[in-house]
């Protein structure tokens, strides 16, 4: 039999173990459930339950929602509701939103329908300009003949703003770097329409004081 002293001796390293990994479990713990600006502005973890963007179709048959795909993983359909009967139809689907030469589907962050809702304006990969992200990249999905383009590809990633259809469906107005643009869809001709876009002269967006105003 060991004497008392060997044995509390060959002890001692086995307890410092077991309560340091002990007080090192308790400091991660601590941690994780202290607020921080990391968790509460680079995370998701707070972020609430939204509706929508919920999107009233022109003719009043009914409105559109983003929910999420069965399909496709961290992406979102585009779903119609009858609001007489809440008959349920998706109208695009996740992966009807994967561009050529592409692995992934795009993103929705917002989107908007052409006049006769049979294109729709997808609006993914933005970027923050002062308070919102308000500067991205847009396509438009062409739900006749499935195709999809992708607007201002000319330009850089994440450069186009406030892109929106004409009256006639025909072509996408947008601004990129303080100028407005026009752009044909079905011919993808690019008209620019200022040329006077500067740091001190903006054409089509605003200025950071009018957020404040």
């Known amino acids: 039999m060991k004497p008392f002293g060997s044995l509390l001796s060959s002890l001692m390293p086995a307890s410092f173990l077991a309560l340091f990994a002990t007080i090192a479990t308790a400091q991660e713990s601590t941690e994780q459930s202290q607020l921080s600006l990391e ?20 003719d009043g048959s ?32 996740a992966s009807q939103l994967q561009p050529a030469m592409s692995d992934e589907t795009l993103k929705i962050e917002n989107y908007s329908w052409s006049a006769d809702g049979s294109k729709v304006l997808i609006y993914t990969n933005s970027q923050r300009v002062w308070r919102t992200n308000s500067r991205g990249d847009y396509w438009v999905l062409d739900l006749v003949s499935g195709a999809l383009s ?15 259809f004409s009256p006639d469906d025909t072509r ?41 105003e």
């Open 39 to 58: 968790r509460l502005f680079n995370s998701e973890e707070f972020d609430l339950e939204s509706f929508g963007p919920a999107r009233w179709l022109s």
């Open 62 to 93: 009914g409105y559109t929602l983003l929910e999420d795909s069965n399909a496709v993983q961290d992406r979102k359909d585009i779903v119609r509701y009858d609001p007489k009967t809440n008959d349920r139809e998706i109208l695009v689907t």
């Open 150 to 164: 992708q607007i201002g590809s000319d330009f850089p990633a994440s450069s186009l703003m406030f892109a929106t």
């Open 172 to 212: 996408i107005a947008y601004v990129q770097l303080n100028n407005i643009y026009v752009e044909d869809l079905s011919s993808s001709k690019v008209t620019q329409i200022t040329n006077d876009g500067s740091t001190n002269l903006i054409n089509g967006t605003f200025d950071w004081v009018y957020e404040e």
